[in-house]
């Protein structure tokens, strides 16, 4: 099993809508989260972090849920140039601290 | 500013030859690592370094060495390439615990 998991999609939506994207983690022990973005066979780029209270970048919002060990990403009011494969990574306290990827959600944003 | 570079960007090689993808960081991250992207199957690590002489495995290393002699550089042999080694290869460093890894351009390596 996968340390990380998300669900792979194609999440397809209408511009202008909100979109919401889950990643669960299997260890517990996992300290560090993050969302990277990757276009089409392109290198993955670091989006945000996700802290402990919760971030937000303009339209887009992580939250990190320890209890239920998730962590998501919210995207309003998506744009045509959202779409992209976004991936999840934890990082484990104790651990080698190398980024370890889930396989990504797929987005399109359609006209 | 450089950040990582990948050579080479494509690369075809026929079953059983042998082959070395380089990495190199301008960055003075300790941390470098490479991994490969399938359809599907996201990015799974291959080896990882945590600082200079120190290398480890990760999730699917057969077929593969590394080494680690500077803190610059992070070169992948492939030893006798294999059509399952078709992939796309990405090399990253980071900071270590603040987990924020920067990418190479990627090598898309076919093996025929």
């Not at chain 1, 972090?49 to 998501?72: C, H, M």
């Not at chain 2, 590394?66 to 399952?84: G, H, K, N, Q, Y």
Request: charge should be neutral; include cysteine; glycine fraction near 10%.
């Amino acid at each position: 099993r996968k340390e990380v998991e998300q669900d792979p999609g194609p999440f397809n939506v209408p511009e202008g809508a909100t979109v919401a994207f889950n990643c669960t983690y299997s260890n517990s022990a996992s300290q560090s989260f993050f969302w990277y973005r990757q276009d089409c066979r392109k290198e993955p780029k670091l989006l945000m972090s996700v802290y402990s209270s919760g971030n937000e970048d303009g339209r887009f919002t992580a939250q990190l849920n320890r209890a239920s060990q998730y962590i998501s990403l919210l995207i309003r009011d998506s744009k045509l140039s959202d779409s992209a494969t976004y991936l999840c990574v934890g990082l484990v306290r104790g651990g080698s601290y190398i980024p370890t990827f889930g396989r990504g959600t797929s987005l399109i944003v359609h006209p | 500013n450089a950040g990582v570079t990948q050579t080479p960007k494509f690369q075809v090689l026929k079953t059983g030859q042998s082959m070395t993808l380089q990495c190199a960081q301008d960055m003075n991250h300790e941390y470098m690592s490479w991994y490969r992207q399938d359809p599907g199957m996201g990015l799974r690590l291959i080896h990882y370094s945590v600082g200079a002489g120190i290398t480890d495995q990760g999730e699917v290393p057969n077929g593969y060495n590394v080494s680690r002699s500077t803190t610059e550089d992070f070169p992948l042999r492939l030893l006798s390439a294999a059509p399952s080694q078709t992939s796309v290869y990405f090399c990253a460093s980071s900071y270590g615990t603040r987990g924020e890894a920067f990418f190479g351009q990627g090598t898309r390596l076919t093996v025929v």
